[in-house]
């Protein structure tokens, strides 16, 4: 069965410094990945998605990540962080099957401090 | 313009009770999903329905029971409610296409006391 794994709970990072969110998943075929980020009292937003070609992907808000097939990684990075980018962020692999059903990771809550 | 609407947003009620909590989209996918958020944020998928019909189901306990009228709406009920079952339940679209991303409604919140 596929997973997901977080394996940071809780990262606090200085406004303007730079981040990356860890992600590692479990599963045996080509998998689809995905960041959502979910700001507090909110839905999950899509930060970006790997489905293949280039294993680095750009998206919304200056975020990026890279899929690393040798590692099992998929890693969330932003050059410059901004107080408001402060939320909890998801990782997500879609299962196989005919449905988009995801599996997320645990969560990682980002603190930004001024 | 919300793609994916959940209604109510926050559900207060006490245990017994029976609730439901209804999802709309607009965006003309043909699956829809729900999904519970526990206290510690963990996202679990609990059903999906494509066109109707139910495709996912994940050992939820029966006193849940999603019902979809048509591909646009995926409404859940839920029976005696107890204490556990609070958590926040999002309601997600997504084409029947593997090569997308689901969409998320805002979530509902449900404190049973």
């Known amino acids: 069965a596929q997973s997901v794994t977080q394996p940071d709970i809780h990262i606090t990072v200085s406004e303007g410094a730079s981040l990356e969110l860890r992600c590692n998943y479990s599963?045996?075929?080509?998998?689809?990945l995905f960041w959502y980020v979910q700001s507090p009292g909110q839905g999950l937003q899509l930060l970006l998605k790997?489905?293949?070609?280039?294993?680095l992907v750009q998206g919304i808000k200056g975020f990026e990540a890279e899929f690393k097939r040798s590692q099992s990684s998929f890693n969330l990075r932003k050059p410059s962080v901004h107080w408001s980018d402060a939320a909890e962020y998801f990782c997500?692999?879609?299962?196989?099957?005919?449905?988009?059903?995801?599996?997320f990771g645990t969560g990682t809550r980002l603190q930004v401090t001024l | 313009d919300t793609a994916v609407s959940q209604t109510p947003k926050y559900l207060v009620t006490q245990m017994g009770n029976d609730k439901s909590i209804k999802c709309e989209q607009n965006?003309?996918?043909?699956?829809m999903y729900w999904y519970k958020q526990d206290s510690k944020k963990f996202l679990k998928i609990m059903f999906s329905?494509?066109?109707?019909?139910?495709?996912i189901n994940e050992t939820v306990p029966n006193r849940f029971s999603p019902k979809s009228p048509d591909k646009a709406h995926l409404n859940l009920h839920i029976n005696s409610l107890e204490l556990g079952d609070s958590a926040v339940y999002f309601c997600?679209?997504?084409?029947?296409?593997?090569?997308?991303?689901?969409?998320f409604g805002q979530g509902t919140r449900l404190t049973v006391v």
């Open positions: 997600a679209s997504s084409p029947f296409d593997r090569n997308t991303e689901a969409f």
């Open positions: 599963y045996g075929a080509t998998p689809y």
């Open positions: 790997y489905f293949s070609g280039d294993t």
């Open positions: 997500a692999v879609v299962a196989s099957g005919t449905a988009s059903k995801l599996t």
């Open positions: 965006l003309g996918h043909d699956t």
């Open positions: 329905y494509n066109n109707k019909e139910l495709i």
